[in-house]
């Protein structure tokens, strides 16, 4: 059968997506449109150029994911010219390293434009700061005056994926000028709206996969300081826009994976907790997948 699916951002904790997507493979369930943000947004592209969730897994769960932290050359010492880099970059890390990656699994599987996955089959969303406006890619690369078919879904995918003041955000070049692109977790991190047809008859099933518990089980924050302040407020952030659309009705079509004891940024984490976060979404997916109602 033929769902949708859409994918929550999460960082590295996004190791637990890949185990849900198994657990939907084995259910003999394919997809047919994906969306996703961060996270979740590499998921969906990797998907969508055909890889299965095993061949995911084995591509990331040795990788050395502190490769893709790429820092500029300096003559200063990292902790005096990170301050140094964010103040005039924006980011503790260009990024490139990632996107060049994506950029060569893609293209081994003939990916590279919009226009080599098929048409309305893949929604990336991120978030344009300078204007202050969600971006759902490829669709509203139309408003920059760029054209969808030709743009690069690894830099779409390194759009999605820029937290802000970790990785350097993406500048990109429309006719009004130039735009700042972060991680669209600031502004929807769960993008459950784009399949959300109530006032239509669906086409087919919607699923959502969240890295988080349901919006009733989520824990109160502890602010102490300055920086737990900062957490919470992207927290807030990241969850605010998307909670209006998670009611009873969409709770029953969404699989709820909350990672504890791993931080989104953890890019040291070893293999074996990688392993365990994809055992974690295979299982829960699986338990949710044998009452599903769809």
Request: glycine residues 8%; charged residues 25%.
């Amino acid at each position: 059968m033929d769902i949708d699916i859409v994918f929550s951002g999460g960082g590295v904790k996004g190791f637990a997506l890949i185990g849900a997507y198994e657990a939907i493979e084995e259910k003999g369930l394919r997809w047919k449109r994906l969306a996703g943000t961060s996270a979740g947004a590499m998921l969906a592209a990797l998907l969508a150029a055909g890889y299965s969730a095993r061949e995911i897994a084995d591509l990331l769960g040795e990788l050395e994911l502190k490769q893709f932290l790429d820092e500029s050359a300096s003559w200063l010492p990292f902790s005096i010219w990170k301050w140094v880099r964010l103040y005039w970059h924006l980011g503790l890390y260009e990024g490139k390293v990632l996107e060049q990656w994506l950029e060569s699994v893609l293209a081994a599987r003939g990916v590279r434009t919009f226009q080599d996955v098929p048409a309305g089959s893949l929604y990336i969303v991120a978030s344009d700061v300078t204007n202050g406006r969600i971006v759902v890619l490829p669709d509203d690369l139309n408003e920059y005056g760029i054209d969808p078919s030709s743009f690069s879904v690894a830099k779409a995918v390194r759009m999605s994926v820029s937290i802000p003041y970790f990785f350097e955000p993406v500048r990109l070049q429309g006719k009004n000028g130039t735009a700042l692109i972060v991680d669209g977790g600031v502004l929807s991190n769960f993008p459950l709206f784009l399949f959300d047809e109530e006032k239509r008859t669906k086409k087919r099933p919607v699923l959502g996969i969240q890295l988080s518990a349901k919006p009733g089980e989520r824990p109160r924050q502890k602010i102490s300081n300055a920086l737990h302040l900062y957490e919470a407020l992207f927290e807030a952030m990241k969850e605010a826009h998307d909670a209006r659309y998670i009611s009873r009705r969409h709770e029953k079509n969404i699989v709820f994976l909350p990672v504890k004891n791993v931080i989104s940024t953890e890019f040291s984490v070893d293999p074996e907790v990688r392993r365990n976060l994809i055992d974690y979404g295979r299982e829960r997916t699986r338990q949710f997948l044998q009452q599903w109602a769809y």
